[in-house]
């Protein structure tokens, strides 16, 4: 059994990421123990089965001293930290900007993996949480994946760089898989589909 560490928006805080929840639980009965880490937790914990994923949360800002003391550490002691933090860099500066200030919250994610003994991370969302999660791995050397949705591929931010780097990139529909190789990703045989709310064997 594993030990994975879950990288989500916001769950198990305010109303979103049902879905995340049903998974969950699915991989629990199956014996996988879980850590989830929300990349911006706020809100109430509002919905069924989110109170029991909160047992089992690290709900940390999006930044704090300690995650920023790991960063710097990470980067003065480590070669590893700097090509990490290549792999967030974009063009588009509004993008770099959010992306360069998710590296302290990512050197944390990889502290804690590291601590835990984590065996794999996993995003939800090919956003934010699967840029903490590759960066995550990288500072670390656990392997990741992530399961990307649709607003996210959309949104198209390093989605091939991430798709690339990954164990495997999960899309829930064929349309995403479409879509994102619109957007420059390549088929690889980690790229993977598989819809939400069934059972796999």
């Known amino acids: ?29 199956r014996g996988h123990e879980f850590v989830v880490v929300p990349v ?17 949360s690290l709900s940390e800002p999006l930044v704090s001293l300690r995650m920023i003391a790991l960063a710097v550490k990470a ?9 990490a933090l290549a792999n967030l860099l974009t063009r588009n500066p509004r993008r770099l ?9 990512s050197a944390w994610v990889a502290h804690e993996a590291t ?12 956003t934010w949480p699967a840029a ?8 670390s050397g656990i392997p990741w994946s992530f399961t990307a949705h649709r607003y996210d591929i959309l949104d198209g931010d ?24 619109r957007r420059g990703m ?5 790229v993977t589909l598989i819809h939400m709310g069934i059972e796999v064997p």
Not at 41 to 56: M, N, R, Y
Not at 78 to 83: E, G, I, V
């Open 1 to 29: 059994m594993l030990k994975l560490l879950y990288v989500t928006a916001n769950l198990p805080h305010g109303p979103g990421e049902t879905f995340v929840v049903t998974e969950i639980e699915a991989l629990r009965r």
């Open 40 to 56: 911006r937790p706020k809100g109430e914990i509002l919905h069924g089965g989110a109170e029991q994923v909160a047992s089992f």
């Open 75 to 83: 980067l003065a002691t480590r070669r590893r930290a700097w090509s």
């Open 97 to 105: 900007i959010q992306n360069l200030g998710l590296f302290p919250k």
């Open 115 to 126: 601590l835990r003994d984590i065996d794999h991370i996993h995003a939800h969302f090919a």
């Open 132 to 139: 903490v999660a590759m960066t995550a791995s990288h500072l």
């Open 158 to 181: 390093l989605l091939a760089r991430k798709a690339a780097s990954a164990s495997f990139a999960r899309f829930i529909s064929r349309d995403g898989i479409e879509e994102a190789t």
């Open 186 to 190: 390549e088929i690889t045989p980690g």
